[in-house]
């Protein structure tokens, strides 16, 4: 059954124009009422009663059923979902920060309203991992989730390696291109990828994990040494958030930077690309690749939920409802490549299994196994400490852990 | 709301047992109460209360519900998936042929009876084609759907352009790994993706193309020669099946070899592989990766259907009722790489545009643009004449076709 949607909807910006774009370029059946925005001074493009600057002129506006909500502040934002939820209505999010701190309460908002809360396109752009997730994988105890979800940060490190650009200037060209978000240290900070994977864990496992739990760390501490490290080893860096399954119904999560090498599906996923692997038990291995940043890519999947939103489609959650309860844990071992300047800055970082370390006056690095909870516990002090960090994705056996610190490097040894 | 499904199968082979195991190796809540199969004299590896061998056991059954059906033989499937809709039972299908040949009068009896007719796992297995396309680009006007719909074609290109494998032993070989349908010609003759396409193009576009109106050509006259060549070029040789959109409201649509280069995003799509690439205006390309063959991933595609069956969901084919009409065209130029044996053979082609020809004792081709229409009318007489064609993906001004025949070749000038 079709229903008439009348929207409104929460900024204009790029991603609210490429939607305009869209409704104007398509037949597309739907009627937008009314856009809130902020800056009154602003030139707008298209006809000034479209807009208002106040937010209650659309949520107790009874005649619109679907609010679409793209605006920058996440706590703004989440004071317009909370309430047009409470006020009935179906709501569309571009918003993957605002989702991320607060999934839980809006899910429950959402079961006792009967609305419906959609957020495609706050994950992976044009990929649309979300609806595959709650929909196709359903039924599916995933063995991992896992790729690059964030544009910018991808299409610096594609420059830096590829094309032999310096970072700033790569960072630059990712602004002017309009890929960056509004704040880049969420690009190359490794937090807009990190709400998208609390996103992604939500519909993969049905579990809701506070983003502030979860280890992320970025590319900003990236330094020639480490790209001339990759390819001379025929790798390519590549900022990766993962959920993989550690035990029966445990899991464990990061986004870091990984070494990939030229079999590894994300090694060709370039520029503002973003790319996802799901590995399951029946399905196997499932690689899903399109543009990661950008207003159309965006505005694709915001009418793509939009559409869904006529037929009252919602995520269910199946997952969340199972009996047996999901846990999430750091305490996992990974191995690393950690470049450091100075022996002082890694005295307190406990090693397991040092494979390698090399020291040069200019070139300092250890290739160890750590703890994922270590890491968690120190992730504000690296990157203060310019410390640089790619996971080089060989597996490890989560018995390293129990074993002693006997092998804790002593760097003071080596010098 | 989640609804009780009793089911009735048909069929219990690589499919099918691959369907029981996930039944019960994972906490899905569902009921198999028949399986109807031909053959008495087979041992089964499950208990013989499941098993019937009367369709009408399970047809005529009012407790029913749900029926999927995995038998090869598409005609005999054609007549259990008709009566079943007409009982009012819902369908899981996985059998691309018959759903290929008799769409429009299925999804015309699916919209009579209200019941649904699900067949992701009749496309591209593991790969949520069907429903990605039904459901996320349901509003989107599609630039082209193409990609490896074949597992076991791609299996043998692998190893024969990979590995040096010659062809029957590589076919031998995916038959051995049970990817070769149980005709291989259905594989190799490049119908299998025929009828795959005919299910991506109803998705996609809205239209029933019947698939005998599509020009189809497979893989079995490839030679020594074809693969030196693709080689030599730094190209592989991979079967697409492909739909792209070459006027407003038109379409094309065609089954048969390509060169594909390093920078395509099929060329690393190896082994029982598919890939799919989607071209939107607004979302751009996206591609889609996953295993094309084999009893689990399919299974997992059954699974995935019947779980929507539990939400009543449904294909809506809403851009089958869009206005304007999509038409389909033959009269498109392509540019081929087409190797012959003797002069005579290609005597009766109409070649525009030839940019090479090359002719030596052993190994003569041309590389030439031809119409898609005159190629489907020669399909059957091609491989009997032994050719091996291979689209060269570069794209061709539709005003070629408008002009004069002059630059059709005349092979003895050269000999």
Redesign the interface.
């Known amino acids: 059954m079709e229903k008439k949607l009348k929207i409104g909807m929460f900024g204009f910006g790029c991603v609210g124009q ?1 939607l305009y ?2 409704f104007t ?4 059946q739907a009627e937008i009422q009314l856009i809130c925005v902020k800056d009154k001074s602003k030139k707008r493009s298209i006809d000034a009663s479209y807009f208002t600057y106040e937010k209650d002129d659309i949520l107790d506006n009874p005649e619109i059923n679907l609010v679409v909500e793209m605006i920058d502040d996440a706590e703004a934002a989440y004071e317009i979902v909370k309430k047009a939820l409470l006020k009935g209505k179906n709501v569309v999010t571009a918003n993957k920060k605002m989702v991320a701190l607060h999934i839980e309460e809006l899910v429950e908002i959402q079961q006792q309203t009967g609305t419906s809360l959609l957020y495609e396109a706050a994950a992976c752009g ?3 991992i979300i ?2 997730l709650a ?7 995933l063995y991992s989730v896992s790729g690059i979800f964030n544009g910018t940060s991808n299409y610096i490190l594609t420059k830096v390696i590829q094309e032999n650009l310096d970072y700033p200037t790569a960072l630059k060209q990712a602004q002017e291109l309009g890929f960056a978000e509004t704040d880049p240290t969420a690009d190359v900070g490794a937090f807009d990828p990190l709400y998208k994977l609390c996103l992604v864990v939500a519909q993969a496992y049905g579990k809701f994990i506070p983003p502030q739990e979860i280890f992320n760390y970025g590319i900003s501490s990236l330094a020639p040494q480490d790209i001339q490290y990759a390819k001379e080893k025929g790798l390519k860096i590549k900022l990766i958030a993962a959920v993989s399954k550690v035990e029966d119904r445990e899991i464990t999560l990061s986004v870091m930077p990984y070494f990939v090498d030229a079999k590894h ?1 994300l090694y ?1 996923v370039e520029n503002e690309y973003n790319g996802v692997v799901v590995e ?12 990661g940043a950008g207003g ?2 965006t ?3 915001v ?2 939920d939009i ?2 939103c006529r ?1 009252d489609y919602r995520y ?1 959650y199946r997952k969340a409802h ?2 047996e309860a999901i846990s999430y844990t750091r305490h996992y071992p990974i191995e690393v490549y950690l470049r450091y300047q100075d022996e002082r800055d890694i005295a307190d970082i406990d090693f397991y299994e040092i494979s390698e370390q090399h020291i040069a006056k200019e070139f300092k690095y250890v290739i160890a196994v750590i703890s994922l909870e270590q890491l968690f516990e120190l992730k504000t002090d690296l990157p203060q400490r310019n410390i640089f960090i790619a996971n080089t994705g060989r597996r490890v056996a989560r018995e390293v852990l129990l074993g002693t610190l006997e092998n804790k490097i002593a760097v003071s040894d080596f010098i």
């Open positions: 490429g774009d869209i370029k398509t037949d597309f044009s990929i649309p609806r595959t929909e196709y994988y359903d039924n599916e105890w599906y060709n399951a038990a029946f399905s196997d291995k499932q690689i899903f690749i399109g543009k159309h890519p505005g694709s999947a009418l793509s559409s869904a037929y269910e199972q009996q």
